[in-house]
RNA sequence: GUGGCCGUAGCUCAAAGGUAGAGUCCCGGAUUGUGAUUCCGGUUGUUGUGGGUUCGAGUCCCAUCGGCCACCCCA
């Protein structure tokens, strides 16, 4: 046995080569949901397990076995470690009466957490940015959102993600052709995989999803969910479809398409990329509006979705942008008796102005603190010897560019370094 | 949870049952205070972990942990 202790499997650490594209990633997310008027609410990770049978619903794989879930003695009750956000944040708009003035913009960002064997793309703790618009009924939301992940895909230099639509209507729509699809299911037990059949009377719609070719033969022959929906939302497809086309937005029907979790209606989308084999959606979200009264609050409509940021990353990453680096502007060393407060001092002010300025530590020769300076990617070495520190002076060295070592005061480094 | 492939130095990879190596990185030095280039020298390690077979295992077998790919499902 290692006497190492490894992360926990899928619980992936983030190193800081890599940090830079989360926070490149992090900064233009931020700016852009800024840009539509979002705000930011923050959630526990941790929530009653109650919450998430509840909206996400008993017969999904979330619930059934992808949970981190415990019973807290200390308290005597059931916690679940989130595996999705929207649960949360209707939650809390409910809990906090968010809605007692108008709709809201709100989003959210953080780890989630579900027990699946990991993937590429797929990990037990990911992270997502959910963005959701509550109270708003129409179409127009729906379009809102569904735009601005365009414009976010452009932000980020995203070529190929294409966005799949569909509509899964009201929820008694849904009942009437869950209904007959049962029977069309019934009527070929024999061709249906033992997933199917478990799912027949659980969620027999996502059968309609299935991989299985035999299973997706019996689903062609079914009724379609599209011939059962109502005027009321049909119009809200038909508005939805229109305002896409007048933004330029490309979408492909997909009537396969229902999502996973229980709490949806009408409107579901995915965006969806091929550079990331299996696990290709980016993006994911839908219409929501009976989740408030599941819940126990106020009925109000509500629309939104996630987006998981390894795998956006990834795509980004792919996309070749260049790597964000921000080297400092100067290292400072120094050798010699009394040097060190000298240097020290110099670079403080310097941070004051507002210079990326580090300062040597850890001993080692002059001309290893040089390699230091130059392994550091700084543009200037400032030297700091005893002849400096006599004459009240610095050695500016430039690294990057060609150009000789000066000897200036003290007080003119920083308009040595330049903006 | 199921199936397939794979774990050797910090990193990228050799060693086809017989003494564990290369490149890179890192550290030190090339006449006293000058990086990156060049030259010289040095450490790279319980071969993921634990058992087994064998005179002998990085190599063969079993288990376990981890990674990748797919299924399932989803971000």
């Keep these: 046995m290692s006497q190492t202790i490894q992360a926990v499997r899928g619980m992936n650490d983030v190193l800081p080569d890599e940090a830079g594209w989360w926070l490149e990633f992090e900064a233009k997310v931020e700016a852009w949901l800024e840009r539509y008027g979002y705000r930011n609410i923050r959630l526990p990770l941790v929530e009653h397990t109650q919450l998430f049978r509840r909206a996400i619903g008993e017969a999904t794989d979330i619930v059934e076995k992808e949970m981190y879930s415990w019973r807290d003695e200390l308290n005597d009750e059931e916690l679940t470690l989130r595996p999705e956000g929207t649960a949360s944040c209707v939650r809390a708009a409910i809990e906090h009466s968010l ?16 027990h699946e064997r990991p993937q590429k793309g797929r990990y037990r703790q990911f992270h997502q940015y959910g963005v959701e618009a509550l109270g708003y009924a129409g179409p127009d939301i729906d379009a809102e959102l569904i735009v601005m992940c365009a414009a976010l895909w452009r932000e980020l230099g995203l070529q190929d993600v294409r966005l799949e639509l569909n509509t899964i209507g009201s929820p008694a729509e849904r009942a009437r052709y869950r209904a007959d699809l049962v029977r069309h299911l019934e009527q070929h037990l024999e061709r249906l995989d033992a997933d199917a059949k478990r799912r027949l009377h659980t969620n027999p719609l996502r059968t309609l999803d299935s991989k299985n070719p035999m299973v997706q033969e019996v689903v062609a022959s ?18 939805l479809k229109r305002l896409l086309e007048a933004a330029g937005i490309r979408y492909a029907i997909n009537p396969r398409l229902v ?22 959606t980016v993006c994911g979200g839908g219409r929501y509006d009976g989740l408030f009264a599941q819940l126990g609050g106020k ?28 080297p400092p502007r100067a290292y400072v060393v120094f ?29 080692g020769s002059f001309k290893s603190q040089m390699r230091k300076a130059d392994a550091s990617g700084a543009v200037y070495a400032l030297i700091v010897g005893e002849d400096e520190l006599r004459a009240g002076e610095v050695s500016v060295k430039p690294l990057r560019e060609p150009g000789e070592q000066r000897r200036i005061a003290r007080g003119r480094v920083a308009e040595a370094l330049g903006d």
């Design 299 to 326: 009925p109000a409509p509500a629309t939104g979705f996630a987006m998981g940021n390894e795998r956006l990353i990834a795509l980004m990453r792919d996309a070749g942008s260049a790597p964000p680096a921000k």
């Design 99 to 114: 809605l007692h003035d108008g709709p809201k913009r709100l989003w959210y960002a953080g780890p989630m957490y579900r």
């Design 259 to 280: 999502r996973g979790l229980d709490y949806y209606n009408l409107t579901v989308f995915e965006w969806i990329s091929d550079r990331l084999g299996a696990q290709g």
């Design 222 to 239: 079914a009724p379609a969910l599209a011939d059962y929906l109502g005027e009321a939302s049909l119009a809200h497809f038909e508005g």
């Design 335 to 363: 050798q010699g008796e009394g040097t060190i407060e000298y240097a020290l001092s110099l670079a403080e002010e310097l941070r004051r102005l507002g210079y990326r300025v580090v300062q040597h530590a850890g001993g």
